[in-house]
Nanobody
């Protein structure tokens, strides 16, 4: 079973940047498509970005397009989310997830989830 651990969250001022990391415990990570989601208090979990196992076929949610970049390093079993030009509305718990099927915007397409890392953007 794939275990995912996110890191890199924290408190940042609006306009700042953070880079989130998600490390997997298995070498089989390389065959999984990966996604990032986020959930703000009182809101549903929202798609942020996804990347195919090969590192291409990138997809982004409309609210982060042009500001966030997803990437992966299969040699390190890690996927990243570079977040620039952060806004207070980006405040949420950020989750990474692994899919055996396809890179997807839909929660149900993902098989494994991390515990999440808090990102707080102050105005």
């Amino acid at each position: 079973q794939v275990q995912l651990v996110e890191s890199g969250g924290g408190l940042v001022q609006a306009g700042g940047s953070l880079r989130l990391s998600c490390a997997a415990n298995e070498r089989t990570f390389v065959i999984y498509d990966m996604g990032w989601f986020r959930q703000a208090p009182g809101k549903e979990r929202e798609f942020v970005a996804a990347i195919k196992w090969s590192g291409d076929d990138l997809d982004y949610g409309d609210s982060v397009k042009g500001r966030f970049t997803i990437s992966r390093d299969n040699a390190k079993n890690t996927v990243y989310l570079q977040m620039n030009s952060l806004k207070p509305e980006d405040t949420a718990v950020y989750y990474c997830a692994a899919s055996r099927a396809q890179p997807s915007r839909y929660i149900d397409d993902y098989d494994y989830w991390g515990q999440g890392t808090q990102v707080t953007v102050s105005s």
